[in-house]
């Protein structure tokens, strides 16, 4: 069986994403022939250590069209691919989904919506040739998941199709190893593209300037690359902050998963101050490592805190919440060393990619 992921915009990066990784466990678990297809976006040293053994495949750019450029794609392969595995919902997807089944009428489509709550906006209620052309093309999908139980709940009562629940997740090479408290030190963790304005960065230092003087033993590490545009906020928050410059500590982009790993591993808490998020793949990394998670109120956020059992959750853009929050959890040290415990527990039972993919390979046979 062909399983095919086509997401044009693939990096090395997007390897050990979704993107990557559900072609991988496919491939390695399910005994499908996986392949990765997209441009040529640089080098993939990645397929050499972290998804070994998963196959890759260029689109030519022959047009200045991504759809198009697609359709060609899908055109000259249909008939030797089984499944395809398409991202996200809009035009492009109707096309390559429905010439798909055009030239190949046997094989299955996969369409993961990787959806943020804006995919509510999407109404199927409207009588022109617009809607019917939208629900044409999805009620030929054999399989649409979305991330979060909130958007599958939503989506399986206002849509015309059946919408399966079927989230992120992580893999640990099939090496379980335990995390204990006294590995962990009084760090926080943030895991982002820093000062991208979805990520509010600024939240992020602000809550954690409020709450300073009530959690004087702790740290803060930002993870990721810096936003050019960011970087005057950052110089002026320590041109008025002095006092943190020593306990806020911007790492930058980390690319070595070992390396990233350690910092998941090394610290109490992990938090995200999203605006909106689809599903943040840090959330479940730093779940397996024993964090507790604080998060901003994104549609993933009721699953990824087991309904705030192993995390909590603050109102989006909300600084002084957060400090609130940070207080309480960074006060509470019987709390954090069980949920150590507990947060890799949860994430095993639910977030694991292997379980996950298995409900996939499930629903498309």
Same mark, same amino acid.
């Given at each position: ?13 997007? %390897? ?40 890759? *495949? ?13 359709? %060609? ?15 996200? @919902?809009?035009?492009?997807?109707? =096309? ?14 996969? %369409? ?31 399989? @649409? ?22 989230? +992120? ?9 335990? =995390?204990?408290? *006294? ?38 590490? =930002? ?37 990233? +790993? ?30 507790? @998670? ?9 699953? =990824? ?61």
């Amino acid at each position: 069986m062909n399983f095919v992921t086509l997401f044009l915009s693939t990096e090395n990066f997007h %390897l050990t994403k979704d993107v990557g990784m559900i072609p991988y466990i496919m491939y390695k678990y399910y005994g499908y022939n996986s392949t990765i297809v997209s441009y040529d976006n640089g080098d993939y040293p990645y397929l050499k250590t972290e998804v070994r053994g998963l196959k890759q *495949d260029f689109v030519r750019k022959t047009t200045n069209n991504n759809m198009l450029n697609g359709c %060609l794609y899908i055109w000259k392969e249909a008939r030797n691919i089984d499944v395809l595995h398409l991202f996200h @919902i809009g035009i492009q997807q109707y =096309i390559w989904l429905l010439l798909f089944k055009l030239r190949n009428s046997k094989g299955k489509v996969y %369409l993961k919506l990787d959806a943020a709550e804006s995919i509510r906006e999407i109404k199927f209620n409207r009588w022109n040739i617009k809607h019917f052309f939208k629900k044409y093309a999805l009620k030929k999908c054999d399989l @649409i998941s979305v991330e979060t139980t909130q958007l599958a709940e939503y989506l399986s009562e206002n849509w015309p199709v059946e919408i399966t629940y079927i989230t +992120n997740g992580f893999y640990d090479q099939g090496k379980y190893s335990k =995390i204990n408290y *006294d590995m962990k030190q009084n760090t926080i963790c943030h895991v982002s593209r820093v000062g991208s304005p979805e990520k509010a960065t600024d939240v992020l230092l602000k809550g954690f300037k409020i709450a300073s003087p009530n959690i004087k033993d702790w740290n803060l590490k =930002i993870v990721g690359p810096i936003e050019k545009e960011f970087e005057p906020f950052i110089e002026q928050f320590f041109a008025d902050n002095p006092e943190l410059k020593e306990r806020i500590e911007f790492v930058g982009l980390v690319t070595d998963r070992k390396e990233l +790993n350690q910092y998941y591993e090394q610290s109490k808490v992990f938090i995200m101050t999203s605006l909106f998020e689809s599903f943040g793949l840090v959330f479940v990394e730093a779940l397996r490592y024993g964090c507790t @998670i604080i998060t901003s109120n994104v549609s993933s956020a009721i699953d =990824i805190t087991d309904k705030e059992r192993v995390g909590k959750i603050f109102p989006i853009n909300d600084a002084e919440i957060l400090a609130e929050k940070l207080i309480t959890i960074c006060s509470d040290e019987n709390y954090l060393k069980q949920n150590t415990l507990d947060s890799q527990e949860y994430a095993y039972a639910n977030f694991y990619w292997p379980t996950l993919c298995g409900e996939i390979n499930k629903k498309l046979k």
